[in-house]
């Protein structure tokens, strides 16, 4: 068509300003596309993190915390669960399967766990998956861990690999337990949640490696990890444990039970509805960064606008000539219309090939760091239809210049009185 | 570049439109929940809190008497703004009207007739408040009030209480009942698997639901309810079973399969 031609060249011979007008628009798409994929994948992630079981146990805190602690592996735990107040909620008749947690270790920054190897059996995610080995078997030794599949990518692990532990969160020289080195019977298949990223060890383990920490810092009397091994690694107490029931119906029945249980402070939570409590909470924030990412679009086509407007007096000329040369007043409209949405929609396409290579180049880190995997998908429904959107605000946007250049071009005649 | 006077009124327009179109699709894009109505039950939960006296409860069934003409389902709940005031009021139950007080009024959603019901018709006759109330009445008058005495009385009637069973009448009814969401499984952010209960989180001063005052519902396919939802009340329409005749934990309970979810719109 001619006035696409027209248009496309005239555009070109005012490229560099229009490039950096797409390359806004593009900043701007970029933002907001990739803050909706951010949630729409941090929510997913986060909540296929765990399923089927109903209910987990801990010191008594706060349920968001024990969640986090337990499920995420993020924060830390206030207190410990003795081992007879687990032994005695676990041998309870409303409860069909129980799985104790250990945690407080590290490895190499990622987060260490005790457990039993019911954890392989019973730990269910997304649309109740269990764990799967890529390599190996769970543990059968004292001295025996499995890892994420994450772990495995990152510190280039194979079966049999040395592993040492570190106390506390931060893998230090000083706060290692190098006396007790742990072998790799087990690699995980990805799972896409924290889980990845942890290195599993028995309960057995956990207590061997703290044999000679009991003052909480390595006492003067060192023993080796044949000598561990002899004495009782009967675990005294385990920092939460993960719980199924016979009958769903008895859930409020049995969380009370534990939260009023006379030996200990504990607290028991109802997985699904603290998860849904903690996303209410992030709920609000994601709103606020969606119209944060709403505005600076929102910057982006004004500036196009202002851009435009700047230029109308010195394409007066070419719109005169293009009347004399038999263009009716809508084209000059329609000129106006055609370049905006242009320069939106190379925009737009420039914003998400900015956003996908972005997030190729991020993907691993975000893992790694934050636990959150973001695959590359296509864009969805929703998207496309924002896309329409944004066109359509665009011909809003380009009208105001070329309703303007629509009256000029009325009352101009080729000569023209700036 | 100078505008004329109507240029100007053009360019204003058109920008004010932009504007208010791009806030109005802003906000509807953040919509957030609606007023939530805390649900508190007409009846079903027992008006004595541990330590309160007879004379108290004894006010509050008869101001409830007062007020309350038997059971019509189609009222809507009562709105409590505190939880700490004057007890749950109980209406009483006449015994006589039962079937059509219980099993309520109607309601036809795809060729399925449903029977609205309330969650004290959850609650089978022996073990509504007002009959096990009526069943220790000789011996309450028997004991002073504010005695040890009365206050063992009133846990015994507590456990009698708790430990209720479910409602036999009620199996394999279609019912449509309202109340609120605890996940248990969800997929993807959408819940497919809650337990159903009458009040949005329980406040400790009273203590958990009786087993027939849960009922565990899976959704039906297309009908789960998004996690960001799950804060508001809505209504559940399906066939109820009713699983064991005692209170055998291992399998007690009220249970509604490929369970169809309406939102909850008082009428006000």
Known sequence: MILLRIVLKSAWHRRTSLLL????????????????????????????????????????????????????????????????????????????????????????????????????????????????????????????????????????????????????????????????????????????????????????????????????????????????????????????????????????????????????????????????????????????????????LIAGLLGMLTMLLSTLNERRREMAVLRAVGAHPYHILLLFVLETVFIVFIGYLLGMGILYLLLALTQSLLVESYGVNIAITPPDAQQWILFAAILLLSVLVSLVPGLIAYRRSLQDGLAIKV | MKLGRQKRGYCACILSAMTIFLIASCGRAGSSSDAIILVTPSSGEPAVAYGSSLDEWEDATQANADTTQGEDVTDEPTQSTSNLAAPAPISPIEPAAVIETEIGTPFILDNVEY???????????????????????????????????????????QEEYNSAPVNEVLNEVEIRIPGFVTPLDYTDGIITEFLLVPNLGACIHVPPPPINQTVLVRTAEGHGIKIEDSYDPIWVMGKIVTEGTTTELASAGYNIQEAIIEPYQPVQ
Do not use: C
């Open chain 2, 115 to 157: 029977r609205e019901i309330m969650w004290d018709g959850l609650i089978p006759l022996d073990f509504t408040p007002d009959a096990i109330m009526s069943k220790y009445q000789k011996e309450l008058d028997a004991l002073e009030d504010g005695s040890p005495e009365v206050s063992e009385l009133y846990s015994k009637m």
């Open chain 1, 21 to 296: 007008t797409i390359l806004s628009i593009a900043i701007s798409v970029s933002l907001l596309l990739g803050v909706d994929k951010i949630r729409k994948e941090a929510k997913n992630s986060f909540i296929n993190t765990i399923s089927k079981t109903d209910l987990i146990v801990g010191a008594r805190s706060g349920p968001t915390n024990l969640l986090l602690y337990s499920v995420f592996h993020i924060g830390n735990a206030t207190n410990n669960v003795s081992w007879e107040s687990y032994e005695d909620i676990a041998s309870s008749e409303e409860v069909a399967w129980s799985v104790p947690i250990s945690l407080g270790d590290s490895h190499r920054s990622f987060r260490v766990m005790g457990t039993n190897t019911d954890y392989f059996t019973y730990y269910q995610y997304g649309q109740g998956q269990t764990l799967n080995f890529a390599q190996g078997q769970a543990f059968t030794d004292v001295y025996d861990a499995v890892i994420g599949a994450d772990v495995a990518q990152a510190l280039d692990y194979q079966l049999g690999s040395e592993i040492i532990i570190a106390h506390g969160l931060v893998s230090t020289d000083f706060a290692a337990h190098d006396d007790k080195p742990f072998s790799l019977t087990g690699i995980l298949a990805k799972t896409g949640t924290p889980v990845d990223r942890t290195v599993l060890i028995s309960l057995e383990g956990i207590e061997a490696i703290h044999v000679d920490w009991q003052g909480g810092a390595r006492s003067g009397i060192e023993l080796t990890a044949e000598q561990a091994l002899k004495m009782d690694l009967q675990p005294k107490a385990i920092t939460a444990f993960m719980i199924g029931l016979t009958n769903r119906i008895n859930t409020f029945r049995l969380q009370r039970t534990i939260t009023e249980y006379e030996e200990e402070p504990l607290m028991a939570i109802i997985p699904g509805a603290t998860l849904a409590e903690l996303w209410q909470t992030i709920a609000v924030f994601e709103q606020v960064l969606l119209v944060i990412s709403g505005f600076v």
